[in-house]
């Protein structure tokens, strides 16, 4: 038989361990909740890895940094904290201007890699077109200038030197602000085919001129054959800057 008070002290123990297990249960789950935010690598680590890795590649092969934007990651992405400094490295076959992709790893126990898009610009000082010109123009100084290009707009072989193109000839005709590319220019031929020039045959110290008829146009430095007049023999010369033909013999 209880009396009002044991029954009082015996309802209180009959709900603590109600009360106990729901304590517990909240314990647990954040304790979980904490442990799982804490073991997860940030976004905002793995994208600084990755711009720095970008920053020091950028100057040690273009000597500027460049504009550089690192792009987004989805803000829902669970990886490992890492225990080691996260490693950053270009994909194999990478292009490292524009929009390319910097691998981010880690490599303890738990390994993880992911993939994060930058944006890198880089800007050159080019040669240009001032304006329209037809092929085969010959060009001057004032027929180009010097310009600001984004690299990853820019074709293989760009001239960065005026005095690479002055006297060059356009194998095509160019718009304005056209960079300046090597396939895009060329000698211009001052020898024609079936003209007269002067052949001039050196053998040790001696020099001997005679004239020939060229059988194939040809520029500076370039070797054409060309037909000796007299003995109607054919050789191979080399095109002078006066526009005769050297013969070594």
Known sequence: ???????????????????????????????????????????????????????????????????????????????????????????????????????????????????????????KDVIVITKPLPRGTILEHENMRVMKYDMSQLPAGYVEHQQDAVGMELTRRLNSDTPLTTNLIRKPKIIKRGQQVSIIARSGGMEVRMMGKALEHGAVGERIRVQNLRSKKKVEGTVTPSGDVRVDI
């Open 1 to 123: 038989m209880f009396t009002k008070t044991g029954f009082r002290r015996s309802n209180w123990f009959s709900t603590m361990p109600k009360a106990i297990n729901r304590i517990s249960l909240l314990c647990l789950v954040l304790s979980f909740t904490h442990a799982s935010a804490a073991g997860y690598q940030s976004i905002d680590s793995i994208k600084q890895s990755a711009r720095q890795f970008v920053e020091t590649h950028t100057r040690a092969n273009y000597g500027q940094q460049g504009d550089i934007e690192v792009g987004r990651l989805d803000s829902r992405l669970k990886l490992n904290q890492c225990q080691l400094p996260l490693e950053a490295y270009l994909p194999t076959g990478s292009r490292d201007l524009g929009r390319f992709t910097v691998g981010i790893r880690c490599n303890d126990e738990r390994p993880w890699s992911i993939h994060v898009p930058v944006t890198v610009t880089v800007y």
